[in-house]
């Protein structure tokens, strides 16, 4: 049976899902100086269903072999920078299912469950990530990153890695209706643990410490969000709860799904305490991202009933939560990288110093507490400035806990 590793409580420094790293045009070293560094070469991005069946059959037919029949579950495909799940991860996972029943019987494919981690299966995980022609999470994301990983759970270790850049045609990154719902976004240790496990690692090397300590939280996770995305509120409610209460249930996916579940079942006092557990959450990291929608180059927010009507509740818990932690707030804006940069920068600015307005209204103490910036579109998550559902998080409003110095 597989048990966990025990753990300390952690309190992490903020963790930054993406590094964005900048690209560096060759140029001539100055006379006495260092050479300059060379353009990265660009990647070799083949079609989308072709890289996803390249990746999967590389990854399979390097995994060691058994004895025996080997239970093997997938972990949801994740996109690389912000741990949503898309139609494009979703698709991924389709293929690559069929894929094993049609060509690799020694692996019994079961679904993602706490009862199927008990019996020590194998794991599948992957990331599905936007990158620039150098396949880098920088500028203009052309291609896609596909990264797949193998994982023992008897032993801890990673079995065998794949990768392999797919083009952009036919890619629908449209986040599941979970993730589109969900309101914040902020650097998880959960998901960071799962992204960190799939890059930047080799076969042998042992999974990340922030993943394999969360993962049964993860199967319970992975049930509440499919009975969500499917309109089964209730049940999805109780999974929620119990993963809350389970070792590692302390992640965003998990507060964003109990704010959700309540809200859709009209339990207003229940949602606003659990945005408030969002809010702590985020306060706690240093960092939280909302998905306030504002009219195109407008500083309006969007009057869609939906999503408009749930804004007060937001700003009211944001207020009273960074007012009773008597802590600083910059609150940043930004935006996709679609028109130009200057404009998006004072846009961004303009939406920033709106949303600490309706703060400072809802809590006045705030008002020498706060400051207000704009990033344009220089922090971007997605990167590929579609300016609709699959790119919402490139114009997030971001709340960053600061020394109160800064705030002067």
Not at 144 to 159: E, T, W
Not at 276 to 293: E, M, S, W, Y
Request: net charge positive.
């Amino acid at each position: 049976m597989f048990v966990p590793r025990t753990t300390q409580a952690r309190r992490l420094h903020p963790l930054i899902l993406l590094g964005l790293i900048a690209s560096i045009a060759g140029c001539a070293a100055p006379p006495g100086g260092s050479p300059a560094a060379a353009p990265a070469t660009p990647v070799s991005a083949i079609p989308y269903d072709d890289a996803v069946l390249k990746a999967a059959n590389g990854l399979f037919s390097t995994a060691p072999p058994a004895a025996a029949k080997q239970v093997l579950v997938i972990d949801p495909l994740i996109d690389g920078s912000t741990g949503v799940q898309s139609a494009a991860t979703q698709s991924m996972e389709e293929r690559i299912v069929t894929l094993v029943k049609a060509k690799y019987p020694q692996f019994d494919v079961q679904p993602f469950t706490a009862a199927n981690l008990a019996k020590s299966p194998l794991v599948f995980i992957g990331t599905f990530t936007p990158v620039n022609p150098q396949g880098q999470t920088a500028g203009v994301r052309e291609n896609f990153r596909i990264c797949l990983a193998l994982l023992d759970i008897k032993s801890g270790k990673i079995l065998a890695k794949a990768k392999e850049f797919a083009q952009p045609g036919g890619v629908d990154i449209s986040p599941t209706r979970f993730f589109n719902d969900s309101p914040t976004w902020t650097p998880d240790p959960a998901t960071l643990g799962y992204i960190k496990t799939c890059q930047g690692t080799k076969p042998g090397d042992p999974i990340n410490p922030l993943y394999w300590d969360r993962i049964m939280a993860a199967s319970l996770i992975n049930e509440a969000i499919t009975a969500y995305d499917a309109g089964r509120y209730q049940q999805s409610l109780e999974l929620y709860k119990n993963a809350r209460k389970s070792a590692g249930g302390d992640q965003l996916r998990v507060f964003n799904g109990l704010y959700l579940t309540n809200w859709k079942l009209g339990r207003r006092d229940a949602a606003a305490q659990a945005f408030g557990q969002i809010v702590d959450f985020g306060l706690a990291n240093k960092r939280l991202g909302v998905k306030f929608l504002f009219r195109p180059g407008s500083t309006d927010l969007m009057g869609d009933r939906q999503v408009a009507g749930q804004y007060p509740l937001w700003l009211g818990q944001i207020a009273r939560q960074t007012a009773q932690h008597q802590g600083c707030l910059e609150v940043v804006g930004h935006t996709s990288r679609t028109g130009p940069e200057p404009i998006n920068e004072r846009l961004s600015l303009l939406r920033a110093q709106q949303i600490k307005q309706r703060l400072e209204g809802d809590a006045p103490t705030l008002s020498n507490r706060t400051i207000a910036s704009g990033m344009g579109s220089r922090e971007t998550l997605v990167g590929i400035g579609t300016d609709d559902a699959r790119d919402a998080l490139d114009r997030r409003v971001e709340f960053k806990v600061i020394d109160c110095k800064a705030a002067k």
